[in-house]
């Protein structure tokens, strides 16, 4: 179960320069892929740092608008349901990473700013909550910041640190373990649908809207026409085909396999 001491980290986003909101569409239990800006000073070590479980605070500025004033408000607690860093370089924004939603404000939360500094954490990258500053008064300790920002969330399941787990996958088993790529993947998450529908369904259908396909090597999950980082291994793929999958033989040496993609998939 979640609790104040899971909050490690901090993140701004914005959109539209900030004169609309970012990702208010996403409510507690959805999945959704968070973005973050073209600098690959950050890529891959801080977009990574974030683990699945560990939970993550989106904060954004925003000019004045229709029903609120301009402001700095906390919005979402997140937290990675994988540890891959997807790259699309069509996008302006070309990194992201698949987070679900474990808390929201309702309404946003609005910061005070002559209180608190968020200035050091809003440049885009994940930051360690320990960035937060409170003016004109000794600082918090870190255990302070984590209950501050924690009793913002008014809107929160801190019990879906269990299907979190769960899409992680334990150990393979004995059935998992003649089970190859994609069919894995969607075999733990049928697993995990006792612990919680509402986060298997949302990740199954994330993984069908990117059409991905799969090949277990190493712990390594890659798609044609995209690039993944996974932890541990940086891999700048495009188009991969194994000799064996060339020679029409689906399962290579080593113990891993290829999927191939569909007919229609560019």
Request: hydrophobic fraction near 35%.
């Amino acid at each position: 179960m979640y609790d104040e001491n899971a909050v490690r980290w901090i993140k701004s986003v914005t959109r539209g320069g900030g004169d609309s909101w970012a990702y208010m569409e996403h409510n507690v239990g959805d999945i959704f892929a968070l973005r973050f800006p073209d600098n690959p000073v950050w890529f891959p070590t801080n977009y990574s740092r974030a683990r699945p479980n560990d939970l993550m605070v989106l904060f954004q500025t925003l000019l004045e608008g229709p029903g609120y004033s301009a402001g700095t408000y906390v919005t979402h607690l997140v937290t990675p349901v994988d540890r891959i860093v997807e790259i699309d370089d069509s996008l302006q924004h070309p990194y992201k990473r698949n987070v679900c939603v474990v808390g929201r404000t309702d309404p946003a939360y609005r910061v005070n700013l002559t209180e608190w500094s968020f200035y050091k954490p809003n440049r885009g990258q994940i930051c360690d909550i320990a960035r937060i500053e409170r003016r004109g008064a000794p600082d918090h300790d870190l255990p302070a910041k984590r209950a501050f920002l924690w009793n913002m969330f008014n809107l929160i399941d801190s019990n879906l640190d269990a299907a979190i787990s769960e899409l992680q996958g334990p150990p393979l088993s004995e059935e998992e373990s003649v089970t190859e790529g994609a069919d894995l993947v969607y075999l733990r998450l049928h697993k995990a649908r006792e612990r919680n529908a509402r986060i298997v369904g949302q990740a199954k259908a994330r993984a069908r809207e990117l059409d991905r396909f799969f090949v277990r090597y190493a712990g390594l999950i890659l798609k044609r026409d995209f690039r993944y980082w996974a932890m541990g291994s940086l891999n700048a793929i495009t188009d991969y085909r194994s000799p064996q999958e060339e020679s029409g033989d689906k399962t290579g040496g080593s113990g891993f396999g290829v999927l191939e993609l569909p007919s229609d998939v560019a």
